[in-house]
């Protein structure tokens, strides 16, 4: 009589691969690939309105929150210094909302010193976002600056004043009806 034994399954790439992505659906992002693209890209099931509404929640401005909230991991920065860590995500790879906003590019400065605040500054593509959609969140909006007629990419920039800092909305000279840029400041304490 001959007994078979079962071979123990190979558990390859494609297995990791499967336990990846299954992990990362449990946690509410889509990791994809873009067509013709090597850059992988990430899907949060949020809008801009509550991405901007949690990381006001979430005071002060720090890595490890951004991180969690955006599913994106944030690198130490070369323009560092003795004063403030700069943290991006410069991999290149959009972090695309549920409302069809992409944040390409995350950038936050944190203190090296104790009480000095936090800036974090989302750049944007994507759907268009109107001045009017920001006016409809944020109504006490004021202009804070204007292109100087050096770059397309210079912004028209308006200020609003939340409980827990400042917001504010930049709009570029190359599509200057469509946000471009959100910029979130602590309260100075």
Known sequence: MTVLTPRPIKRGRGAAIAASLLLALSLGMTPACSQGSK??????????????????????????????????????????????????????????????????????????????????????SGRCVGRDDVKAHFAGMRIAGTPTGRSPNEETTFRSETPWGELVFGFAERNPDCLSSVGFGEKAK
């Open 39 to 124: 850059k992988m890209h990430t899907t949060v099931q949020l809008s801009l309105w509550q991405v901007i509404d949690q990381i006001g929640a979430h005071q002060p401005i720090r890595r490890e929150p951004v991180e969690h909230l955006l599913h994106a991991k944030l690198a130490r920065s070369e323009s560092s210094n003795e004063y403030f860590t700069f943290w991006s995500n410069d991999d290149g790879a959009p972090i695309k909302l549920d409302d069809g906003t992409q944040i390409e590019r995350v950038v936050l400065r944190t203190s090296n010193e104790g009480g000095a605040q936090g800036a974090l500054t989302l750049t944007l």
